[in-house]
Antibody, heavy 120, light 110 residues
């Protein structure tokens, strides 16, 4: 079964760091474009970051310089290292797979999400 | 403030047809980038319902259809059913090199 399972969320203090994990099954993370998408309570989704199959990365302006996306091919797992966390980073964080190798392709597989709450 | 604009809510009676609009600009939808649509039920992750403007993934009823014109796109649902009640989001890509989403539309089946 094709599946993504996130973990690592929790309550963290303002300015702190946290690492999210996303374990994939049924497909190979390194062969796909993989993204992190977050959704603040009551808001629409917000794209956070992508790692392309070739290994290059891109970030939303709101997190560039604070967050780092990476993957472990041997573990078939995607990561998001988050630092200098702010209240506005509070959200459910989803990992998602792009349908195909296009920058603007749809996300066809989503994880169940992991909640990150930044307290002041 | 989302880059793509959607109406906060739409409603319709069972069996009726409703449409949800998604308005962008010349740097995203108007630049030719595809529009995708997701359905989100409470407490769950978004689920892909339309990709590439007007294509349905396997398992999505043919009551759902998408269209795109200029700087806007629309999701149409015919033969409205109670199970269609959910939040719907559009997604595209922007020339600023980022994926963009709409703010979402809550569909209520009366």
């Amino acid at each position: 079964e094709v599946q993504l399972v996130e973990s690592g969320g929790g309550l963290i203090q303002w300015g702190g760091s946290l690492r999210l994990s996303c374990a994939a099954s049924g497909f190979t993370v390194s062969s796909n474009y993989m993204s992190w998408v977050r959704q603040a309570p009551g808001k629409g989704p917000e794209w956070v970051s992508v790692i392309y199959s070739g290994g290059s990365t891109n970030y939303a302006d709101s997190v560039r310089g604070r967050f780092t996306i990476s993957r472990d091919n041997s573990e078939n797992t995607l990561y998001l290292q988050m630092g200098r966390l702010r209240a506005e980073d509070t959200a459910v964080y989803y990992c998602a797979r792009s349908r195909g190798p296009l920058y603007n392709d749809a996300f066809d597989i989503w994880g169940q999400g992991t909640m990150v709450t930044v307290s002041s | 403030q989302s880059v793509l604009t959607q109406p906060p809510s739409v409603s319709g009676a069972p069996g009726q047809r409703v449409t949800i609009s998604c308005t962008g600009s010349s740097s995203n939808i108007g630049a030719g980038y595809d529009v995708h649509w997701y359905q989100q039920l409470p407490g769950t992750a978004p689920k892909l319902f339309i990709y590439g403007n007007n294509n349905r993934p396997s398992g999505v009823p043919d009551r759902f259809s998408g269209s795109k014109s200029g700087t806007s796109a629309s999701l149409a649902i015919t033969g409205l059913q109670a199970e269609d009640e959910a939040d719907y989001y559009c997604q595209s890509y922007d020339s600023s090199l980022s994926v963009v989403f709409g703010g979402g539309t809550k569909l209520t089946v009366l």
